[in-house]
């Protein structure tokens, strides 16, 4: 059974009130993500994909971030709405990560506008909203990025599975 939605307060958005399919949108917020000290990604020319009981994943332009500390990974999955996701590892110093990241080579004429965009797990790394630290979407799937402007439930955790 689906948790009751938490009601928003003044300046904030709940998941429940995004579209089902979901909804693309620019979004000129201050974009950081980081693994250490070392900058992967810094962008205020994001993209936020809003989805039905799911915080916003950001969506970075592939220029905004270091691509030579990426590299990809042979892993795939398949979202219903955006098509076909690829992946990358991280390799930073001694530091290697596996599927810190996702893109859409080829996505679904709705999602054209994430060509060349890649998002990132916060549960993998250190990631920013405007110099507000995220928390991860629970679980190991859905890579949203929880802030203090958006309230769920969020889908993700143990239990979610079927809302």
Known sequence: MRP?????????????????????EPTNAHIVVKAGDHVIADSTNA?????????????????NVDMDALTPSLART???????????????GEQTITQVAWCYNHPTPRFAQVVDHLAFYAQ????????????????SFYGGWITSTV????????????W
């Open 151 to 162: 309230v769920g439930p969020f889908k993700g955790g143990a239990g979610s599975q079927w």
């Open 4 to 24: 009751e939605r938490i009601e928003p307060g003044p300046g904030q958005e709940s998941v429940w009130d995004y579209p089902r399919p979901p909804r693309l």
């Open 124 to 139: 993998k790394l250190t990631c920013s909203v405007d110099g507000e630290v995220v928390d991860p979407n629970d679980g």
């Open 78 to 92: 398949f979202c219903e709405w955006k098509g076909e996701a690829s992946y990358f590892d991280l390799a930073v």
């Open 47 to 63: 993209l936020r994909i809003l989805e039905t009981s799911q915080p916003p994943a950001f969506y970075i332009p592939t220029t």
